[in-house]
């Protein structure tokens, strides 16, 4: 069923009787020509793309757990495309551009909402980097700007008094944005499930198979399930995944959190970044304050955290913003980041014929319609995409890292 | 939050000691007799075990020496704490 206005119109005049799931629950068949490890937004968005651009529809999506439930859902929503170095910059630019066709192409509202980010700059140091930062990103049509003190302050009139705190000046980021996380998995389960996706939750793979020739299955919770190509889209367990089929890969895997506010009326449309404080914070659509800083001081797989961040965040957004001193503290949560020594994702081939990987993301939400877009190419052409040539794996034998700065996990 | 317990102060918060990472991950002895694959598998490449690793932490915030631990990475559990490691 198409979703329209139309539609809508009509399920309300029957009373809502004839609405149907959104995407199909299936049982695994014996083989498949490619599956993908992983329903979170890159899983299935990979899956989406292989099924619609490269006409193999014969694909499964594995999820150990439930649709969008690992860190598709414990994001902060943010889509920002502010890197320093020309990859990366490239990279995000074009991510950032990807979700704007994105509730047209799956036919579902992921509910895009154009905000804009403003970055608080509390040193001279700080306003150097942004400058390199807003040049180098300007060089592939990304739109930031430098904005003196009287525009931040009309910006963001409930900040306190830059007389108060050492703030050098501040950036505006236009063109960033924020999109309901659950319905960009949603839309594409749905829009994967009508291509012929087979989409199977409670599916934990647990060994990968392979020959002289590459792999050839997949063992799982449900039984083994032979395939030639094999896509991982994991977050947290990536290392674990990719080691069943004998790869090693350089990550790191570290909590990184987010705590949100009980909800007020609208007051702050600007997703607002503290650069000294290596915090952030923005008001989503239900009106909570949804807080977040840089990753945790240690690894871990915890999805709990460790609980000086939230005490931290809670203190900076304070000092800069003393009029939520009396805003409720609701909950809080933390994603388990998989990070590699440059913070940089890999999208890549491997060692093992037919086994591809799309992990590392560093918070890799922002990135979803592009990099699985470009996995799915991966994998259907066996060869990479320009834009993600860098993003190897073979970068950490050659020493070409991108050592990237504007990530979550700055060490 | 993790509480761990130093053998020469006893019971602290985790906000007075630093990570000083895996006690796997050992710098080589003579790193000019390795290959470049070895070297970069060594700078890049850390444990990342889930469950029980044994760590280096160091009391900054505190008696300023270094401590091993083991620590339970999927639960945060600390369960020993031992005396002066070789880390630094």
């Known amino acids: ?411 | 939050m993790i509480y761990i317990n130093c053998p020469y102060c006893g019971e602290r918060n985790e906000d007075e000691f630093v990570y000083g990472g895996d006690i796997g991950h050992r710098r080589p002895e003579d790193p000019a007799s390795m290959t470049d694959a070895e070297w970069c598998e060594y700078i890049y490449t850390v444990p990342n075990v889930k469950g029980w690793a044994t760590e280096h932490w160091w009391h900054v915030r505190g008696c300023n020496r270094w401590i091993t631990i083991q620590r339970n990475s999927a639960s945060n559990e600390v369960r020993t704490a031992k005396g002066e490691s070789d880390h630094g």
């Open chain 1, 1 to 411: 069923m198409k979703y329209s206005a139309l539609t809508l119109a009509v399920q309300a005049l029957r009373n809502h009787r004839d609405w149907r799931p959104a995407w199909r629950h299936a049982s695994p068949k014996k083989a498949y020509d490619a599956i993908i490890i992983g329903g979170g937004g890159h899983g299935l968005g990979a899956a989406f793309h292989l099924a619609r651009d490269h006409g193999i529809s014969d694909v499964a999506v594995l999820e150990k757990g439930w649709l969008g439930g690992g860190n598709t859902g414990r994001n902060t929503m943010t889509i920002r495309d502010n890197f320093i170095y020309p990859d990366n910059a490239r990279f995000h630019h074009a991510a950032v551009r990807a979700w704007h066709s994105l509730s047209d192409e799956l036919n579902f509202n992921i509910m895009l909402s154009k905000r804009g980010m403003i970055t608080i700059l509390m040193s001279d140091r700080d306003l150097s980097d942004a400058k390199r930062m807003v040049n180098t990103s300007a060089l592939f049509g990304a739109e930031h700007r430098i904005i003196d003190l009287d525009e931040l302050c009309e910006r963001l009139p409930m900040a306190v008094s830059p007389d108060r705190l050492p703030i050098a000046g501040g950036i505006h980021h236009p063109d960033v944005v924020l999109a309901r996380h659950d319905a960009v998995a949603w839309g594409y389960a749905r829009a994967a499930s009508k291509l012929g996706v087979d989409i199977i939750e409670n599916c934990e793979v647990t060994g990968i198979l392979r020959d002289a020739q590459g792999v050839t299955g997949v063992d799982t919770s449900l039984g083994r399930i032979a395939t030639r190509k094999l896509g991982m889209a994991v977050a947290g367990h990536g290392k674990h995944v990719a080691a069943m089929a004998g790869v090693t890969l350089p990550i790191e895997t570290v909590p990184l959190q987010a705590l949100v506010s009980t909800p007020v009326k609208p007051v702050l449309d600007n997703v607002v970044v503290l650069r000294g404080f290596n915090t952030y914070f923005m008001q989503s659509d239900k009106g909570e304050l949804v807080m977040g800083a840089g990753t945790d001081p240690y690894p871990s797989y915890s999805q709990r955290g460790t609980p000086q961040i939230p005490e931290s965040i809670i203190a900076a957004i304070l000092q800069v913003f003393p009029m939520f001193e009396r805003m409720q503290f609701m909950r809080q949560w933390a994603g388990i980041l998989d990070i590699t020594y440059d913070n940089t994702p890999i999208i890549s081939k491997t060692p093992v014929e037919g086994f591809y990987v799309d992990v590392a993301g560093s918070g890799g939400f922002k990135t979803t319609p592009l990099a699985a877009k470009l996995h799915a190419d991966l994998i259907a052409n066996d060869r990479p995409d320009a834009l993600i040539e860098a993003y190897s794996l073979e970068r950490f034998a050659t020493g070409r890292l991108i050592l990237e700065r504007a990530s979550y996990g700055n060490r």
